[in-house]
């Protein structure tokens, strides 16, 4: 899988390339500012891009803007997006086209390489791949609000790891419970906040967030 | 017709009311208080040759003549004349009856305006109570005459008629009274902000003394500044010595050992490394929290405007935000409009049991308004708790204000005002391209 990478600091660079080379995938660019991230992204067009929130020159959202930008322009690219702080303003501008193939990671999660790779890889397969203290944020802001009151605990937990973006074996996993449970609970979570089933789980999950943030 | 009546009345009617009762209250002031503090004044300035009674005497009659002024100036604000208080504040060591008192009374040159003030503020403020007179002998005219005739009293008089013995003078009453109110709500409001106006000659501040309040003002803020800052970094390097430089220190130990026992416990290594990379999971929180208290990377990124939205999503209610801002303040400015934002926010969660809250952010004349309004059961006062006093204090830094308005059963309001010029505008998200 082809990957473009934007980062400002080379030693993180370095490292993220290193990374995902081991891992199989072949980083095509490195690039390290924002004015280059567009360019570099339309000439690959990578299966995947990760980039940096904070890029020169400006360090301020250039990484972000970038992506936004790539998105409208590369419709349904994959970006995952790494920084060193998460911002539900930020989750929520990465997920508005929900053309899926989204990530939004804080850097820390880097560190854990088994994790970070299996994102990039759910990203790059068009999933959706939210930092858990989005989601926490998320859960915390709606635990008052009328429907979700109705969840039992453990359909939140349910809840809170599909929002991850999750799959139903992982998930499984997770709780120490069946595949079939995990689907029981998932019907019974949109059944209570009125979604119909479906099929697609990606599109499940943007629902369910899409509604989490109001 | 109705309509034009009700504005008759808003316009001409009810101010002229308002300066009636006004006139009176100013009035009875000036001319019950006045007088007898100028007395007090002079018989007190005349015992000062008697040692010991005058020293005590004077300041503590200086304390009653300002308890008085203050309440002028209170009234003068009705009129739209506010008058600033222009005293030096009273030395901390200096107790009433103290020659430390006195030398600070007879020193402070708004203790002789003040009393150069009262014989002739009794006079302008007296005949504020002209104006009341001619409202009352208007209404007199119009509502008893009519009545005196009725009970057919034939020693009693009105205006330029007296008595008045028959049927045409009684008639001609009725008009000369509505002349004579109508006359005195014309005049009424006229007194009072002439009274207040003469008043404002001697007991408005000079230039001298407001560039002294100023800058006591200034220095009093400058300390605060200082004081907070320093509070602040001591806060800072706290948390670093204590929570990240702690646990980076664990973690090299950590990684040491593990270091150590690669070769004959690979088990306990990597459980090593494991608690290691926890370690520096914790570290790396604590950074982000530490870096987000003393600038929010919001804040840095999208400005007052997205940093306010941040974090009203962050809020575990929703919050209606509502910014109008041509372009953005200067960065210092900016960071204190943020915290003062998130301290309201803050108390609206923990404290208020608001189902709702709303933020409106604009600015207007050259200042900053940041409104924080909430549907919860109110009862926040600014000086009980230090989250809403520490806003006072970091706004003051910037000559900026709070005030709350809270009663019991709600709603909260906290707005809150900083002086500054706006920046252009940065580019905003949707344009930037990165």
Request: glycine residues 10%.
């Amino acid at each position: 899988m082809r990957v473009v990478i934007a980062e400002d600091l080379a030693l993180l660079r370095d490292g993220l390339t290193r990374i995902l080379d081991a891992y199989g995938f072949k980083v095509v660019e490195a690039v390290a500012d924002g004015p280059s991230v567009l360019p570099a992204l339309t000439r690959h067009r990578p299966d995947v891009a990760v980039l940096d929130v904070r890029l020169p020159p400006t360090f301020t959202d250039e990484g972000l803007q970038a992506a936004l930008a790539a998105r409208t322009q590369l419709p349904g690219l994959p970006i995952l997006v790494l920084s060193q702080h998460v911002e539900q303003l930020y989750a929520r501008e990465l997920l508005a086209d929900r053309g899926g193939g989204v990530g939004y990671l804080l850097k820390d999660r880097v560190s854990n390489v088994g994790q970070f790779i299996d994102a990039v890889r759910r990203v790059a397969d068009g999933g959706m791949v939210m930092d858990p203290e989005v989601v926490s944020q998320l859960l915390a802001r709606n635990t008052g609000a009328q429907r979700l009151g109705d969840l039992t605990a453990r359909e939140r937990e349910v809840l809170g790891l599909m929002a991850e973006g999750r799959s139903n074996a992982a998930i499984a996993g997770r709780l120490f419970v069946t595949e079939k449970a995990v689907s029981k609970h998932i019907n019974n979570i949109f059944s209570k906040l009125g979604m119909p089933p479906s099929d697609d789980d990606n599109r499940r999950v943007l629902a369910v967030l899409a509604y989490l943030n109001g | 017709m109705d309509s034009s009546v009700r504005a008759v009345v808003r316009q001409q009617i009810r101010p002229g009311a308002l300066a009636a009762v006004q006139g009176l209250a100013v009035a009875l002031l000036s001319l019950t208080t006045n007088a007898v503090l100028f007395a007090l004044s002079v018989v007190s300035l005349a015992l000062i040759p008697v040692f010991g009674i005058g020293f005590a005497l004077f300041p503590a009659v200086t304390v009653l003549v300002r308890l008085s002024l203050r309440l002028q100036r209170r009234l003068s604000r009705w009129c739209g004349l506010p008058i600033a208080t222009p005293y030096r504040p009273v030395p901390a060591d200096a107790q009433l009856g103290t020659w430390k008192r006195f030398r600070w009374v007879v020193g402070d040159s708004a203790t002789w305006r003040d009393f150069a003030w009262l014989i002739p503020g009794a006079f302008t403020g007296g005949a504020c109570l002209f104006g009341f007179v001619l409202v009352a002998y208007g209404l007199e005219g119009v509502l008893f005459v009519p009545l005196v005739l009725y009970l057919n009293v034939d020693w009693y008089g009105y205006g330029l008629f007296w008595p008045m013995d028959n049927i045409l003078k009684a008639l001609l009453s009725a008009p000369q009274g509505w002349l004579i109110l109508f006359g005195g709500l014309a005049v009424a409001p006229w007194l009072v902000w002439l009274h207040f106006r003469f008043a404002g000659f001697f007991l408005t501040p000079t230039r001298a003394q407001e560039l002294a309040l100023r800058v006591r003002h200034l220095a009093a803020t400058r300390a605060d500044t200082i004081d907070t800052q320093a509070a602040e970094l001591r806060r800072i390097e706290r948390d670093l010595h204590d929570g990240a430089q702690a646990r980076l220190v664990a973690l090299r130990m950590s990684i040491g050992l593990a270091e150590q026992l690669l070769a004959d416990d690979p088990a306990a290594a990597q459980r090593l490394l494991t608690e290691a990379q926890e370690a520096s999971g914790h570290a790396l929180a604590e950074l982000r929290h530490l870096v987000r208290g003393i600038y929010p990377p919001v804040l840095a990124e999208r400005g007052l405007d997205g940093a306010v939205q941040a974090l009203a999503l962050a809020v575990p209610l929703p919050v209606d935000v509502d910014v109008r801002l041509p372009g953005s303040p200067p960065a210092a400015v900016e960071s204190a409009a943020y915290f003062a934002v998130a301290e309201a926010l803050t108390n609206v969660t923990k404290h208020s049991g608001a189902a709702r809250a709303w933020i409106r952010l604009r600015h207007h004349d050259g200042s900053l308004t940041m409104v924080v309004g909430d549907d919860g059961h109110g009862g926040a006062t600014p000086d009980a708790g230090t989250g809403l006093a520490g806003v006072r204090r970091r706004l003051a830094a910037f000559d900026g204000t709070m005030s709350v308005t809270s009663p019991p059963g709600g709603p909260t309001v906290v707005t809150m005002e900083l002086p500054c010029e706006l920046s252009s505008r940065r580019t905003s998200p949707s344009s930037g391209t990165g």
